[in-house]
């Protein structure tokens, strides 16, 4: 397995082959107006959604790992995962239907 440079956040423990997944578990303020089917833990990092505006002016939405609470932000980028599901629920925190980049990479 080739390291992803993902310094061990959610998803570097992937083998890399094309039907590997990791689980994550999505917390934040839209999700937590429903009930959450799993508790995150070290198996299911916890990920929130992030909004932002683009140098165009467009919308970027994406996920980036949570970190303990007054502790530094660190700056995440895309290593090449996304998060996905097929539930109603990730659509509508989402803000739309498909995949999210997670943004866990660190160099």
Known sequence: M???GSAGICTDRVASTADSSEPVTLIGAVWRRFNSPVPASEERPAVRIVTGESFGGGITVHAVPVTAEGGPAPW???GGTFIFSSD???REAAGHYGALPL???QE
Request: net charge neutral; hydrophobic share 35%; no cysteine.
């Open 2 to 4: 080739i390291p992803d």
């Open 76 to 78: 995440y980028m895309f």
């Open 88 to 90: 109603s629920r990730f």
């Open 103 to 105: 943004h866990d990479r």
